[in-house]
């Protein structure tokens, strides 16, 4: 694989914080949780980001992210 895509592979396993090979929303969440402790308020990140984020892109209505539909986001 490319590098690039080396790189969002790694990235997935860094957001699948259960090791189940799927993001789940409350993964990203989390995500979001630790860089908003990071942000002013005005760049916070919500819950309300995350859910459309997960309605654009998780393609089977799993309420998760398989790594390709993760990839196929960030790419």
Known sequence: PSRRKKSLELAFEMF???????????????????INSQLSTSEHHSK??????????????????DKNEFINAIN
Do not use: P, R
């Open 16 to 34: 699948d914080l259960d090791d189940n090979q799927k993001i789940e929303k409350n993964e990203i969440v989390k995500f979001f949780d630790a």
């Open 48 to 65: 309300l980001d995350v859910a459309k984020f997960f309605k654009k892109y998780d393609l089977d209505n799993s309420h998760s992210l």
